[in-house]
């Protein structure tokens, strides 16, 4: 048998650097997503550290001493629990009403056909195409040219316009991939049209429906542009608040709020993937 010369076997990596960059090139996707969500949650964790922390002065850069002051008083700051009641009032009422709506019409989109079906689709990508501050802006003027008082219903009409078009992108990629033939089972079974709603479809559709609001409460909760155009003068929900506190000095109990919302979101995506896990497995 030939030899192997040795200038490669000198230029060979040992058998342990080898298997490490094996097992390396396998999972280098894996290891890729990891860093990348990693990148992603680095500022929540940040808030949450900072969550414990006493400044010495208005802003809360700057690590000074451990304390839970502002867990234990999260409503320390005047007006702050106010704007977020309000905007946890305006992001509940808006996902209501755009999933209600937003799945009726993924529904008719998806399984049936009539006049104008693409110009609607089109339409339902506008609002998450389009720039945000056109959108407001768009309200805006919408609401001052038919004389409508800018407040509590404003914010939440402006709420619902945008939050529809993810709802129905939602719940339309899940009923689309829904298959048929299972629908077609129930009523064989002497189902009729709501039992196989109810038992059939709506179970299937669910995920999709989920997904839909819980993007849209994120995204509700969240806005700033679209509120700030469209809100009154009585009218303060919590990222205006935040906004406005960011003149004078962040507060640590917005830290506290931030880290309290990452945390309870963290949890229901847990708990989703727990309850599916065990469908799957029974």
């Known amino acids: 048998m030939p030899s192997t010369p040795a200038s490669a076997r000198a230029s060979s990596p040992p058998p342990a650097l080898a298997a490490l ?60 629990c106010g704007s977020l009641g309000l905007s946890l009032q ?22 049936y056909r009539f006049r104008g079906k693409s110009t609607t689709n089109a339409l339902i990508f506008l ?3 389009m720039p945000e501050v056109v959108m407001a802006a768009s309200l805006g003027t919408l609401f001052l040219n038919m004389r409508v008082s800018f407040g509590f219903m404003t914010i939440l009409i402006a709420h619902v316009m945008f939050c529809l078009s993810f709802v129905v992108v939602a719940v339309k990629a899940r009923v689309m991939s829904m298959d048929p033939r299972l629908e077609e089972a129930a009523r064989d079974l002497y189902a009729g049209p709501f039992q196989t709603f109810w038992r059939v479809t709506l179970p299937l559709a669910a995920p999709g429906i989920a997904a839909g609001a ?10 700033f542009i679209i509120t700030q155009f469209n809100a009154g003068p009585s009218t303060v929900t ?45």
């Open 90 to 111: 305006i992001a509940v009422l808006a996902t209501l009403i755009a999933t209600a709506f937003g799945t009726f019409a993924a529904f008719a989109l998806a399984r």
């Open 21 to 80: 960059l094996r097992r390396l090139r396998r999972n280098a996707v894996v290891l890729a997503g990891c860093a990348a969500l990693a990148y992603l949650l680095l500022p929540n964790l940040v808030v949450l550290l900072f969550s414990f922390n006493k400044p010495a002065g208005r802003f809360n850069y700057a690590w000074r001493t451990f304390s839970t002051d502002a867990w234990t008083d999260p409503c320390g700051v005047a007006d702050m």
């Open 238 to 282: 919590f990222p205006m608040f935040v906004w406005g506190a960011a003149q004078r000095g962040v507060p640590v109990q917005v830290n506290v709020i931030g880290s309290a919302m990452f945390v309870l979101a963290i949890a229901i995506v847990l708990g989703g993937q727990i309850i599916s896990n065990r469908r799957k497995k029974t």
């Open 214 to 223: 819980m993007l849209s409460f994120a995204l509700s909760f969240d806005d």
């Open 127 to 129: 609002p998450m195409a």
